[in-house]
């Protein structure tokens, strides 16, 4: 029971950080256009990883597609630790990169914590 906990709270908060930055990004809103240009990103990768981030919290949510949410897990992944190193190489103050080093965390823990029937095949076999 405390494992299901742990996963939903986790997961809540990870699909409403993705999805709000995720609504952010597509609508080019401009401290994003701004911050994107700062850290030498074009502005129409705002309209590509927002779509991802959408799709994938949309992934993690939804019942089944086990193999979907490995993906959309993994590019959260990405995508959080790439804000993070892209924060950090453009030498950014640490409140800078303490959203995308957060759903980090978050996607890690919900990660873990998902529960049996939300894992793929071969992730069941090995438990």
Request: charged share 15%; with cysteine; net charge positive.
């Amino acid at each position: 029971m405390k494992n299901k906990i742990i996963y939903w709270v986790s997961t809540l908060w990870l699909a409403l950080g993705m999805l709000s930055t995720g609504i952010v990004q597509v609508l080019k809103m401009k401290e994003e256009v701004d911050m994107f240009a700062r850290l030498g990103y074009p502005s129409y990768f705002l309209t590509i990883l927002g779509v991802w981030k959408i799709l994938g919290v949309i992934a993690v949510l939804v019942p089944r597609f086990s193999l979907l949410k490995e993906w959309a897990y993994a590019g959260f992944f990405f995508a959080m630790s790439g804000a993070v190193f892209s924060h950090l190489a453009c030498g950014d103050e640490a409140k800078e990169f303490f959203g995308p080093t957060l759903l980090l965390v978050l996607t890690v823990v919900s990660w873990y914590f998902r529960p049996a029937d939300r894992k793929t095949i071969s992730a069941n076999l090995n438990q």
